[in-house]
């Protein structure tokens, strides 16, 4: 393979001097216990915005671990530019006596490898924006036909995604991703436990919020409801939480999908980009712990960087693979995919078109739905006694339909939200002109009936269209689509 060459806008040696070859993983080495928190999407934002010094772009380089063999042909070709990246994170248990092969408090130990974590990242071409797509680890899928180390073959067959990295590694789970989306990756990277602890750390703890208490034996999470600065071991608890979990495996996206928020904020903060201590330590913390496909040199990364350095973690968007159901198949819980939104979802990545996000949310003067249509279940989020109720009561006056009995989701928000599904964008409008303050949320898991969380804020609710509701752009603000990385909402 050709040496990485450092791009002429950061050589200051000239164009075509080549780097050293950044060094390969010994040969034979094992799986490193991995988990990818999606910072490493981070790594080309931070290498264009730092302006590390040349020696320190060798000292990265070094740093990097690559794997050959990753990227095979298959999928459409990124149209006119765009670029998709596979972001992987497994959890090795390989028994090799690493603190991080351990299994959490009350796990059994496990041995294989497990991809934990599996985003397919979009950037888009002209630097639009840039969609994260989290593909749940049970989702049922159909794992292409592969031959596997010791020269067996093996038929294609259905099972849950995470099973095409324990079963063929990262070549088979990026054919897996590819045959699943009809997209052609581009790029693989991964990360590892130690290295997520390390980079979070060297950027002083990240901010979360919680809706309520955290508890957890599996990882030994032990937060109370509110906002916390969470160092690298309590953020490795946080994001990797799923039993206790109402949804599991798709509320521990939503988790990871508010940190990734979280970090990345932290990280185009003044106080990161302008320390180069802090930020060299972030970066050597990063290069160390993320293994990238042979074809992506540190120049790839950077010429990257250069062309997202203008992206804004608000036009960053943060979306799942639609999911219809959780049954039972050959005696495991799966996630079955709704084949037609995914289609629709991977058909815009495909065609290069906006998901989700302030580029998509609808036109001031779209209208609002009929208030009988609206159907929502209220939940308490203050921690307020009886709050929940009184806007039930409030809700049912004004015509909305109240689904079910009224129930606490935590304690300590102040702002409330509207959780909406892809289907209810004008109902979501509708409610949210009912209710001064609130703030519109996408959740592509949801039905029919909308989400009330409500925050100590709540101060009543009043006919849509009435002078003391919102209207115009401000009811309809983040109508469609998924979060972006700039929103700051509480996570369960």
């Avoid at 671990?65 to 095979?72: N, Q």
């Avoid at 092969?101 to 497990?114: H, T």
């Avoid at 991809?115 to 888009?124: F, K, N, P, Y």
């Avoid at 990026?174 to 436990?193: M, N, P, R």
Wanted: aromatic letters at 4%; proline letters at 5%; a negative charge.
């Amino acid at each position: 393979m050709t040496d990485p060459m450092l791009p002429p806008e950061l050589n200051p040696r000239g164009p075509g001097r080549a780097l050293p070859a950044s060094r390969e993983p010994a040969a034979g080495g094992g799986w490193r216990r991995q988990l990818t928190i999606v910072s490493i999407t981070l790594a080309v934002v931070v290498l264009a915005a730092s302006g590390v010094l040349y020696t320190r772009y060798l000292h990265y380089g070094h740093n990097i671990h690559r794997a050959a063999g990753v990227i095979k042909p298959g999928g459409a070709q990124a149209k006119d530019g765009a670029q998709n990246v596979l972001l992987v994170g497994s959890d090795s248990r390989d028994g090799t006596g690493d603190e991080f092969a351990q299994a959490g408090k009350g796990q059994e130990q496990v041995e294989g490898q497990r991809s934990d974590t599996v985003i397919l990242a979009h950037i888009a071409a002209g630097d639009k924006q840039a969609t994260l797509v989290s593909l749940p680890r049970d989702s049922w899928v159909t794992i292409p036909a592969y031959t596997d180390s010791s020269g067996r073959a093996h038929a294609a067959h259905q099972d849950k995604l995470n099973a095409a990295f324990s079963l063929g590694g990262r070549s088979l789970l990026v054919a897996t991703v590819q045959q699943l989306t009809g997209i052609h990756i581009d790029h693989y990277a991964e990360i590892d436990f130690a290295g997520f602890q390390n980079m979070v750390n060297a950027l002083g703890g990240v901010e979360v919020c919680l809706t309520q208490p955290a508890h957890d034996t599996y990882t030994g999470i032990n937060l109370s409801a509110g906002n916390h600065h969470l160092d690298g071991m309590q953020a490795l608890q946080f994001v990797r939480q799923r039993y206790g979990l109402p949804l599991g495996d798709l509320d521990r996206i939503k988790r990871q999908q508010q940190f990734l928020g979280s970090m990345m904020r932290e990280v185009e903060s003044a106080g990161t980009l302008a320390n180069p201590f802090k930020l060299n330590a972030f970066l050597d913390a990063l290069t160390k712990s993320i293994t990238v496909d042979q074809g992506m040199s540190l120049s790839d990364m950077t010429k990257l960087a250069l062309k997202l350095k203008g992206l804004s973690s608000g036009n960053v968007i943060l979306t799942t693979l639609p999911i219809s159901g959780f049954p039972t198949i050959d005696g495991q819980s799966v996630d079955t995919i709704d084949d037609a939104k995914a289609a629709a979802l991977f058909d815009a990545l495909k065609n290069d078109d906006p998901v989700g996000g302030p580029q998509s949310s609808a036109p001031s003067d779209a209208p609002l739905a009929a208030v009988g249509s609206v159907h929502v279940r209220v939940f308490n989020g203050a921690g307020v006694q009886g709050l929940a109720g009184s806007a039930a009561s409030d809700l049912t006056k004004l015509g909305f339909v109240v689904v079910g009995t009224p129930a606490n989701r935590g304690t300590g928000a102040t702002t409330t939200v509207i959780n909406y599904g892809p289907t209810q964008a004008a109902q979501a409008r509708t409610l949210a002109a009912a209710i001064p303050g609130a703030t519109l949320k996408a959740d592509p898991q949801l039905g029919a009936d909308l989400e009330l969380v409500l925050g100590s804020s709540y101060k009543g609710a009043n006919p849509p269209g009435s002078p003391s509701a919102p209207s115009g752009a401000a009811a309809n603000a983040a109508a469609v689509g998924g979060t972006t990385a700039a929103d700051a909402s509480c996570t369960a």
